[in-house]
């Protein structure tokens, strides 16, 4: 990537693959998870450290919970650490976390834990790390719609850019690539409203098997797209 290559201000991932790493490896869904976890950090953290503004993960959708309980169980705790364990961690890379998703049905403990991440890292400076957690595009959608009604705004005002004030984050700009491992092509409820114009880029690894390599290769491949946004 040269000097002058256009950088991404959103890069948006949607992290596939956990489990099917773990079974190619003979071992069980939960160590997928872990080793995910790792991939995570290391991937992301490296993305806002060479200039990306935001960087936006899909952590946990709002289908996920059809899951079964014990992996459920497992991610949540997991999702716990990430948010308790690792505030010192984004601390010292200079990181905002900010969690996109509804609460419900998420436990008092990792409630806590959200609120206490997102105050202790709000006045950094050094990118935002946008975990979406319990988060669907199409509830965002929604719920934006149904406060958009409560604030008594006229037929006659509704347009997008009124639309987007009401979303989880407003401030947050639309994802200019967004990233799925796994092989799978598609976006699955990711994003929907930020991705009208993204560019797209399927993998074949699974997460766990991303590194900071595969942020060059992510950053080299959208600095070699042509975006039109329609033109």
Not at 11 to 19: A, K
Not at 36 to 60: H, M, N, P
Not at 116 to 122: A, C, G, K, P, S
């Amino acid at each position: 990537m040269t000097q002058d290559a256009p950088l991404p201000t959103h890069l948006g991932f949607i992290i596939d693959g956990n489990r099917r790493w773990a079974k190619a490896q003979g071992l069980v869904a939960k160590e997928g998870h872990i080793e995910g976890y790792r991939a995570l950090k290391e991937v992301l953290l490296d993305v806002l450290g060479r200039g990306v503004r935001y960087a936006s993960v899909y952590i946990f959708s709002t289908e996920n919970w059809n899951r079964e309980p014990a992996e459920v169980n497992h991610l949540m705790g997991l999702f716990l650490k990430i948010l308790r364990d690792d505030a010192p961690v984004f601390i010292q890379h200079n990181v905002r976390v900010r969690i996109l998703g509804s609460r419900a049905r998420l436990n008092e403990r990792l409630i806590a834990a959200i609120d206490d991440v997102e105050r202790l890292t709000e006045s950094l400076k050094g990118g935002q790390l946008l975990i979406c957690l319990n988060y669907g595009g199409q509830q965002e959608i929604a719920d934006a719609v149904s406060a958009l009604i409560r604030a008594d705004v006229k037929e006659s005002g509704v347009t997008p850019a009124m639309i987007e004030q009401f979303l989880y984050t407003p401030d947050v700009p639309p994802c200019d690539m967004i990233i799925r491992t796994g092989g799978e092509q598609r976006i699955s409820n990711f994003m929907l409203w930020r991705s009208a114009y993204s560019e797209l880029m399927f993998i074949k690894k699974y997460w766990p098997d991303m590194t900071k390599r595969d942020v060059t290769r992510i950053l080299n491949e959208y600095a070699s797209r042509v975006r039109r946004f329609g033109g």
